[in-house]
């Protein structure tokens, strides 16, 4: 099936967050910090104010007293008493045009008391190290963490005993390897516009992944009940983690209390690459035991993840990174400690696959440098370690429907795996993953109208990967009505069920299965209705091609859309089908895991990749010939969608390998844009050759899985382990530049010229 | 409790739908026909097409060849072959402003071929009158009706044998009355905005008393399924009945699919007043058999509507008048023809107590004339015939919470009946009236939010009556949860629940229904979730002031927000709970009725009023001295709501009575504009005296009624009889003018001066 929403995203159409416009409508500009560390000792906003079109300055003082955080509770909405990175948020104005606004920031006048900064994470963990955050302790969390000095979280899982383990080794592995910040880089950046009626109620547009968080944070911050904001969703411009929380939201909120007008704010894209969350850099310690025979006994991960200036959602980063660091391997002992570490620095938030790219490129690259070592095939090395059903995860949880090897074996039969290449400076590489689809909440309503045809209502938004055709998808398959029959809402939070969000791989699996209840439950009214019409039992009934009969009788049917009809207007009223669902946690090892976010996962996820390679040796580029990517997702509902998403994170997983770095200096970005900022262009990106293997999945709608996010965690060891083939070297220092291939000794004669 | 809405609206903030806007929007007009009967030779909009800004021409041969009406499908989006009245919808046109659309309209050239009109109701009965609509017997219905000639319906109802009672009455009256077109008079003209995606998804803004219904009317004019077709209602600003039906709506999805860009339409007053269809001109024939006591044995009615050109909503309210025809009493014999006749005059619509404004005037005129003839007191002569709990209404539906006697002694004796005022040209009058809920279908939705507020969610406009406010209340009261912390939805028919339409005073009663079921549904899922954090059995729990806890130990309580908060988090799901309500029309006597779109109704309401009126002799003006109206509606919800709409409509009914008449002159309104077609102002209306009587309803949410209806039924009867009261002299023709008054021969003294 095409995407219900391609025609108007094609022909630009689609209306997206900044192209959102009312009638005396204001817009915003954000005032930030230029220093990286530092007391506030007063803001002046008196020029500003007096500026002709400026409507509104805004500052901390004219906000509620209220930090927040999506787990650790840290953030002001604008700096109050510190400012913590270069680029915090302190002020917001409203004028009556853009240029009126930005010139109004230039008048406002910020005293500073510049205080010692940390940038390196390692040396901010140290004791004697500038204490970003005061009084760390006091702040309340949501979910679990330790925390003391500038770690603002320290999440521990273990098994067995890993020094135990290591003594038994025949050999032992320690790297280090070290990631960079990468930005989310959605085309759309973040834009919102928000109404205040006299009421109080407040309306707010914006692009977001999870409209329902959205909500949530807005009442957190700015202490209004949920029942007074509503946040409808506009199309989103993507999102890939990074429209998972508030962002400009409050600030066009608080700039409408106080003008009594609409407001809105649009990102530059300086300001997204400075103000919003990217991907955490890491440091990541591997230190592994291995038997003669290529078993693994033993595996030791440190992890610090610099979170930058605030918490953000660094300890749900570092949660999912410490279950997944030490590979989706059977594995006896394990100690992984992960830090998520306060540095002076951009604020890190969600990306695509948060965590888990970070450690499965360590976890992959370590695992051909051991195989290396041993003299062991690489794909042998991880079949004989692979996990399979009945294993545990790391945290102790059982997996089910495992298709790790399925998807090794695909990726490599299709690569020609065994069959070295003989052209010189070429070579392969293999990487696999394991992820999990985030489970919670999910609700969603399918009415059926008069005339048979079906409106979807959800709470999830669809923010490029399809997600509203694949649920439509299943409403047919339910109701036996065609495809074209079913149209998917927008999500308003005012009127849409409840949903938690298009994050974490959990709208096919979780919504799914809201949904097919939804459509189950209309099915069942509509055989009810039915009944008495045909006389005839509702269990005897069934539906096909839109026609409601004794099963084996489509002949003497009725149409749904006589029976639906009747029911709207002469007996039994509008049939309204509800579909509530929510994934338990399963049971997880809780003396094994502490301070951890998502202990246990409703429903893991596989794959694996094969990259080819060549690498010019005269200047250390590498050219990527092939990528072959196999996937375990249960059950494609819509496999020419899974395979663009595959696609789709691949090449994101490509920039990660090879160009994208967010480039610091002393907190300043100083690569903000997209000339010095590098994401691969199609002349970068080979033909993907997508697989999707794997067995329908207990528990899934239709044995579906979630999907969006392991594609982007293979390419960067898969590439580092294909140029150690090609050419004998090993990066560990993303990204995989020409400099650092070229550096790295692989010609030392070359190198000479 | 204020409403909800009453800030924004009377501040000026709300959002009407001519002040929707849309980028790259255009403006359409519509050009109307200037002949009363005429067939349309050709119609050349070349010239207009080549204008300057005109983007596109619309005409019947661009549009599907679809007739539709709401119960006889006799009326073209524009008109095909045939004009059959002043302002019936030739051609529409969209361009870059509203003057361009004005140009063009000119530009566009008609030709048409007149044929003879007729516009007298009772002429066009004849034989020999112009037959308006050819081939009138194969126009479908939805409704059952007898159709003939130029009778497009015709109702009848019968029940012993009328000539019979005539026989054995002690005395007969026969009388005719006459009533005018009445328009509604909402201050926000119809408007409506329109985009059409290109998937062919329409969207409209609109503003509407059943957003629902024009969903189903838009499919069914363009041929497009109900789920591409997405109606957002605005908030109203007056409906009355007249913004049931499509209206401008269909026009602006024909410009927009045509042109692709959004366009709006709205109408100007005169557009208003020559376009949508007024309250029905009626002339109505009572013939009334009493026996010596002042039983009445015996009651026959002829009703004619004048409904112009096409059917639209006549036949049901030929309906409506018919059951109400013959009065609120227990008569043995009844006999009733409703006729809806076809003129070459503007289409008449819904209007506030359809139908039965006309007949109520007929029949408590009638009343009163009868009393005075016996020497009997009108209220004793009301008394000893009004029907009570157990008794049937004229289509033999047993009646049950019957206030009508309640009703009517509670204004007499608020008005102090009996004691004859002592001054000269003063009176009072009496009248009462028996009035319907509409049941059909409504849905709800109630939304629990994390912190335990809540979205009510609903189809069902609040076009300014305050049912949100209501609803709202019966959500608080059900959920033990402050009135403040309800928010009610807007209506969006992608995502709101179904819901018939505010009409027919079905609100309060169906959809309260629904509501209350769903906010059950809501207590019941709280409690099954707080009964595992409590440990206690649900039976055993309660919720009281934001608590849930055992009876009787509300110390020992969870808060809903802790509750509802785990359930989005942590177990269950989220907490929506949903209520479809279905009134089912009672049983009635189904040999007695023939052609009846509402033959019987959940639940009846019953009013009674006294006014109090000066006459000067010298010039025939009348003045109302004192309203005095007391209201059977069960149980109000927010008894200052209740007596505001009561105002409302009784204020509607003194217009109606005294100073309103769309005045026609061959198919022309003469009269179209504030200036010549007068409402009532504050110095029309004095102060309204209003009482609530009656007890809670069986099967009414907290023993509610409908309301907004009778109240305008009443002025017009009581002022009459007041105007007899005090001068004697009998006004049986609508609007009660000075001159009429004047001319009735009240003083022969007088008159000569």
Not at 89 to 104: H, M, Q, R, T, Y
Not at 181 to 207: I, P, R
Not at 402 to 421: F, I, P
Not at 566 to 576: N, Q, R, V
Request: hydrophobic share 40%.
């Amino acid at each position: 099936m095409p995407r219900v929403d391609g025609l108007d995203k094609a022909t630009g159409r689609a209306v997206y967050s900044p192209d959102m416009e009312l009638p005396h409508m204001l817009h915003g500009k954000i005032l930030t910090s230029t220093y990286p560390h530092a007391r506030i000792l007063n803001i002046d906003v008196s020029k500003a104010e007096r500026l002709t079109g400026v409507k509104a300055v805004i500052t901390a003082r004219d906000t509620p007293d209220v930090a927040w955080g999506f787990m650790i509770k840290d953030q002001p909405l604008l700096a109050r008493d510190k400012v913590r990175y270069i680029g915090e948020p302190l002020a917001v104005v409203a004028a009556s045009g853009k240029d009126v606004a930005e010139e109004a920031l230039d008048l406002i006048e910020v005293e500073y008391e510049e205080l010692k900064a940390t940038f390196d994470p390692e040396e901010a963990m140290k004791p004697d190290a500038p204490l970003i955050h005061e009084g760390l302790e006091a702040y309340t969390t949501f979910w679990p963490s330790i925390r003391y000095g500038n770690v603002c979280s320290h999440v521990k899982i273990s098994r067995g005993d890993v020094e135990k383990g290591f003594k038994e080794a025949f050999r032992i592995f320690e790297d280090r390897f070290t990631t960079q910040m990468q930005h989310q880089c959605y085309l759309e950046t973040h834009a919102s516009l928000a109404t205040v009626d006299l009421g109080g109620k407040v309306t707010v547009w914006t692009s977001s992944q999870a409209p329902f968080s959205i909500r949530s944070e807005l009442a957190e911050t700015l202490r209004i009940p949920l029942n007074k904001i509503r946040v409808i969703a506009t199309q989103t411009g993507g999102g890939f983690g990074g429209k998972t929380d508030i962002s400009v939201e409050p600030y066009c909120v608080l700039l409408a209390q106080k003008t009594n007008r609409p407001v809105k704010i649009t990102l530059s894209r300086k300001e997204e690459f400075t103000i919003s969350g990217p991907r955490h850099a890491s440091i990541i310690e591997l230190k592994t035991g291995v038997k003669r025979d290529g078993t693994i006994i033993s595996r030791q991960a440190k992890l610090i993840y610099d979170t930058g200036g605030y918490a953000g959602p660094g300890p749900g980063v570092a949660s999912l990174g410490s279950t997944y660091a030490v590979g989706p391997y059977r594995i006896p002992n394990i100690k992984v400690d992960a830090y998520c570490v306060y540095t002076n620095k951009t604020n890190c938030g969600w990306m695509r696959c948060p965590g888990v790219v970070q450690t499965n490129f360590a976890s992959e690259s370590q695992m051909d440098i051991i195989a290396k070592d041993l003299g062991k095939d690489p794909l042998d090395l991880r079949l004989r370690n692979a996990v399979e059903d009945g294993d545990l995860s790391p945290t102790g949880q059982v997996l089910h429907n495992v298709g790790l090897k399925a998807s090794l074996q695909k990726a490599a039969q299709q690569s020609g795996w065994g069959k070295k290449t003989k052209e010189k400076n070429r070579g392969k590489g293999i990487s696999c993953v394991q992820y999990e689809s985030l489970g919670m909440a999910s609700s969603a309503l399918v009415k059926v109208n008069e005339d048979g045809t079906i409106n979807l209502v959800i709470g999830a938004v669809d923010i490029g990967q399809g997600s509203s055709t694949i649920l439509a998808q299943m409403v047919a398959e339910e109701l036996g009505v065609p495809f074209e029959e079913i149209s998917v809402s927008t999500v308003d939070t005012e009127i849409t069920p409840f949903d938690t969000g298009t994050i974490g791989d959990r709208v096919t699996y979780n919504m799914g299965n809201a949904v097919r209840m939804a459509a189950a439950d209309c099915r069942q009214q509509l055989l009810y209705l039915a009944s008495s019409m045909l006389e005839a039992n509702p269990a005897d009934l069934k539906i096909s091609d839109k026609l409601i009969h004794a099963k084996g009788v489509p002949e003497k049917g009725v149409p749904i859309s006589e029976v639906s009809m009747a029911g709207h207007y002469f007996k039994g009223g509008p049939i309204t089908g509800r579909g509530v669902f929510f994934a338990e946690p399963p049971a997880y090892d809780q003396k094994g895991v502490e301070g951890h976010a998502f202990p246990s996962a409703p429903i893991h996820t596989f794959a694996a990749q094969v990259a080819e390679v060549e690498v010019n040796p005269k200047n250390g580029k590498v050219r990527i010939l092939r990528i072959i990517s196999a996937h375990d997702l249960g059950f494609a509902i819509n496999p020419m969608l899974a395979e663009g998403q595959i696609e789709g994170a691949v090449a994101m997983g490509i920039g990660y390998a090879m160009t994208e770095r967010l480039v610091e200096d002393k907190g300043n970005i100083v690569n903000p844009n997209f000339s010095d900022y590098k994401i691969p262009n199609i002349l970068d990106v080979p033909k993907i050759e997508v697989f999707l293997v794997g067995e329908k999945a207990k528990d899934g709608p239709f044995g579906a899985k979630g999907l969006g996010n392991p594609g982007v965690a293979l390419p960067a060891p898969a590439i580092a382990n294909a140029i150690e083939d090609a050419v004998g070297i090993r990066i560990k220092d993303l990204p995989i530049t020409p400099e650092k291939v070229f550096f790295a000794k692989i010609s030392p004669d070359e190198r000479g010229r």
